[in-house]
């Protein structure tokens, strides 16, 4: 069997939501004042708006009639601020590998796809959060070919 890159369909909602929850657990465990542990990280009516609308897409990696990654993007406009050149993007709020299945490639057809449809919608560039501690996802995101472009800083008030 090989691998094969779809777009996400309802019945693919529990499957979708199991990956994602690996690495919910992997951020609520180094971020715990950040993350929660959670049973559904992704909830039903986010997950339908996907298939909704255009300017959004759910892409899943099915090996063997399993679905072992996943990957979740939408069109954005840059904030209109005089200061800022207007452009629009897409913008990933997921990918994830079951971890079974890292680091065999599934991460980047997930990758090859949202970027061929981003590009299909006139996207200018292809953005995304990684955490700082999250070094392995930060190691793939490079091998993709992506860089950093900004940084999120923060100072604990708390204390």
């Known amino acids: ?90 913008y990933m709020n997921e990918l994830a590998v079951s971890p079974d299945f890292q680091r065999q490639g599934v991460g980047t057809k997930l990758y090859q796809a949202s970027a061929a449809w981003a590009r299909e919608q006139g996207a200018s560039s292809l953005e995304l959060n990684v955490w700082e501690f999250n070094e392995s996802a930060i190691a793939f995101y490079q091998s993709v070919g992506m860089s950093t472009l900004n940084r999120t800083m923060s100072s604990d008030l708390s204390t």
């Open 1 to 90: 069997m090989e691998l094969i890159i779809r777009r996400a369909r309802s019945e693919d909602y529990e499957a979708v939501n199991a990956i994602i929850r690996f690495g919910q657990e992997e951020h609520a465990a180094a971020l715990p004042t950040h993350f929660a542990r959670l049973d559904r990280v992704v909830a039903m009516g986010w997950y339908r708006s996907y298939s909704d609308q255009m300017n959004k897409v759910i892409w899943v990696a099915e090996f063997s009639g399993q679905v072992v990654g996943v990957a979740m993007l939408e069109m954005k406009k840059s904030p209109s601020y005089e200061a800022l050149v207007p452009r629009i993007y897409a």
